[in-house]
């Protein structure tokens, strides 16, 4: 059984790849790995500089190729902490990220595994970032995480992203099988460059 939700694009061309990598289990496992996630982002929005030239220092190129980088790095950061954070890790399964460059936008995807425990809060999340207004949605979750008990759960990063940045945010989530308490869930970032 496969859902998607939001804007997912099931079409990704392998020509337009540019980036893949496999956090193993045994890392993900280790709670002290998560704030790692930043120097991965890191590389990313170094990376992807390469595709935005700059000519001088003071020029719009630059300028808009900061706003790009920028936004990739926080948009990986958040992808890969929560990926960390609810990584069913009995499954043995890497977390993934991958980056597609095209000429209008950069698609982040990240795939981790989710006990079936936390399958209903995360669909509820996604629903209510599909469908309520964000900014209400992001006054909400602000108040909720006053509560450090609901701070690790509230999708504040989420909606972060999808206020603050020119992003849609798509996700899947496949059962890895009948028998199995662990769903693949892949989370899609497209970072629109207009």
């Not at 690790?152 to 199995?180: D, M």
Request: hydrophobic share 40%.
């Amino acid at each position: 059984m496969s859902e998607s939700f939001g804007q997912f694009a099931s079409e990704l061309h392998n020509e337009n790849l540019c980036v893949k990598i496999d956090f193993p289990v045994e890392l993900v496992k280790q709670r002290k790995f998560w704030p790692n996630s930043n120097l991965s982002a890191k590389f990313v929005s170094e990376y992807i500089s390469i595709f935005f030239p700059v000519e001088n220092a003071r020029s719009e190129q630059l300028h808009r190729r900061t706003e790009i980088t920028d936004a990739a790095r926080y948009i990986t950061n958040e992808l890969l902490e929560n990926a960390f954070k609810f990584s069913c890790t009995a499954a043995q399964q890497p977390v993934q990220m991958a980056l597609y460059h095209y000429s209008d936008r950069l698609i982040i995807t990240v795939t981790n595994t989710a006990h079936i425990n936390n399958i209903d809060s995360f669909r509820s999340l996604i629903h209510d970032l599909t469908t309520l207004d964000l900014t209400e949605l992001y006054v909400e979750h602000l108040e909720k995480n006053l509560d450090h008990e609901n701070a690790l759960s509230s999708g504040l990063g989420f909606i972060t992203i999808l206020i603050n940045y020119n992003t849609k945010l798509g996700w899947k989530i496949e059962q890895n099988s009948p028998e199995s308490d662990c769903f693949l869930v892949t989370t899609m970032a497209q970072l629109l460059y207009d």
